[in-house]
Every structure is written in C-alpha cells, then in structure tokens.
C-alpha cells in the first residue's frame, strides 16, 4: 500500500523560504518519476516540478530559478525548497508519485500561504 505524506507547509512573507517535505511507505522514490503539484482556491491543480528516478528535473516556467525539486535516497524522501515566495504561490501542495506502469500515488496536501 503506497501513502505519501507532506510537511512543511505555513504561512510565510512575500520573499521568504520553505521546504516542503514528501515521505513515502510503499514507493521507493528513487525507482520512480515523483513530482509536486499545486491547487489554488477556484483554480486547477497545475504542476509545479518533476523528478525522475535517473534525477532528471523539470520546473513550471512560473517558479523556474525560485523553486527546488530534490531528493534524499537514504531517507527516502523528495522535497521541494521554496524560495523568493510570491501572493501568487499560494496553494496547497501535493506530492505525487508515478510508479512504472503509471499508477500514480497522491498525498494529502499541505497548505502554503503568502501574505504579509
């Protein structure tokens, strides 16, 4: 059985820092693509970054150069460093997990707001 769960979440001011965690009982992450997306009020979940299992990363164009996909093997965990945070990252964020016959694993979600 796979559960991701996320961490890391808060509230923080314009410019600030997070990093958002995603552990895993069932999923090795290093043996497939995870990747974290983020849903606002009234919106669509959108993707924020990927992370294959050979390491290759993928960033959305609205947090490439601010935002860090990255993974601890030993620990078996994926994060995601938030940096220079905006009004407009506000959202709950979701860890996903895609497995090799494209069985995907959502967590729960933790919430991230920007505001002063």
């Known amino acids: 059985q796979v559960q991701l769960v996320e961490s890391g979440g808060g509230l923080v001011q314009p410019g600030g820092s997070l990093r958002l965690s995603c552990a895993s009982s069932?999923?090795?992450?290093?043996?497939?693509?995870t990747g974290w997306y983020r849903q606002a009020p009234g919106k669509q979940r959108e993707l924020v970054a990927t992370?294959?299992?050979?390491?290759?990363?993928f960033h959305a164009d609205s947090v490439k150069g601010r935002f860090t996909i990255s993974r601890d093997n030993a620990k078996n965990m994926v994060y995601l460093q938030m940096n220079s945070l905006k009004f407009e990252d506000t959202a709950v964020y979701y860890c996903?997990?895609?497995?090799?016959?494209?069985?995907?694993?959502w967590g729960q979600g933790t919430q991230v707001t920007v505001s002063s």
């Open positions: 996903k997990a895609t497995d090799r016959i494209s069985r995907n694993y």
């Open positions: 992370l294959t299992s050979a390491g290759g990363t």
């Open positions: 069932g999923v090795v992450f290093s043996l497939v693509t």
